[in-house]
T-cell receptor
Framework: GAGVSQSPSNKVTEKGKDVELRCDPI?????LYWYRQSLGQGLEFLIY????????KSGLPSDRFSAERTGGSVSTLTIQRTQQEDSAVYLC?????????????FGPGTRLTVL | GDSVTQMEGPVTLSEEAFLTINCTYT??????LFWYVQYPGEGLQLLLK?????DKGSNKGFEATYRKETTSFHLEKGSVQVSDSAVYFC????????????FGTGTRLQVTL
């Protein structure tokens, strides 16, 4: 497919467990973003990658959250010791470049439920 | 910091009614402004955008004009359809290296026959 893909589409985990969420951006897109959509907070920015570097991590809510990107392509968002407040839909987006005029294309999201 | 404020929903309209969803923003410099739409069960899609003052973005009968003097980007449609039922998000993206999107809280639109 030509769009942004994310896996898994749904993840149910127990409090305290670690989870990994995966994002495959559109081929050739150098910029990659993670956002979180939750009932209480709306849509929040988490982290932005340009290539494999993360110049803006300002949205990561705690040190339990980390992300990496390899080969300028796939990205993984890891949440350690999950808490119930981590339950949300995690969205990934990519754009051709980070220039402000370039559209961000969103994936379908991963719905995370922490029991 | 940057912020986007949009009218709270839900907004319920009859088919063919006129739609306005208000959006105002706070940001330094000259951000780009966007409306995204999320249809039921689907991902976020860009609806329209404007990159400078007085630009008008338009798509699918929706329009929004970048008004720097009032820091607004209100979404309008002259005649809504049932298929327009969705959640609409206003967003901004600053100039410079910080290219993240800052979103409003979203406005749910329900169009009935």
């Amino acid at each position: 497919g030509a769009g942004v893909s994310q896996s898994p589409s749904n993840k149910v985990t127990e409090k305290g467990k670690d989870v990994e969420l995966r994002c495959d951006p559109i081929s050739g897109h150098t910029a990659l973003y993670w956002y979180r959509q939750s009932l209480g907070q709306g849509l929040e920015f988490l982290i932005y990658f340009q290539g494999n570097s993360a110049p803006d991590k300002s949205g990561l809510p705690s040190d339990r959250f980390s992300a990496e990107r390899t080969g300028g392509s796939v990205s993984t968002l890891t949440i350690q010791r999950t808490q119930q407040e981590d339950s949300a839909v995690y969205l990934c987006a990519s754009s051709f470049s980070p220039d402000r005029s370039n559209e961000q294309f969103f994936g379908p999201g991963t719905r995370l439920t922490v029991l | 910091g940057d912020s986007v404020t949009q009218m709270e929903g839900p907004v319920t309209l009859s088919e063919e009614a006129f739609l306005t969803i208000n959006c105002t923003y706070t940001a330094t410099g000259y951000p780009s402004l966007f409306w995204y739409v999320q249809y039921p069960g689907e991902g976020l899609q860009l609806l329209l955008k404007a990159t400078k003052a007085d630009d008008k973005g338009s798509n699918k009968g929706f329009e929004a004009t970048y008004r720097k003097e009032t820091t607004s980007f209100h979404l309008e449609k002259g005649s809504v359809q049932v298929s327009d039922s969705a959640v609409y998000f206003c967003a901004l993206r600053r100039t410079g290296t910080a290219s993240k999107l800052t979103f409003g809280t979203g406005t749910r639109l329900q169009v009935t026959l």
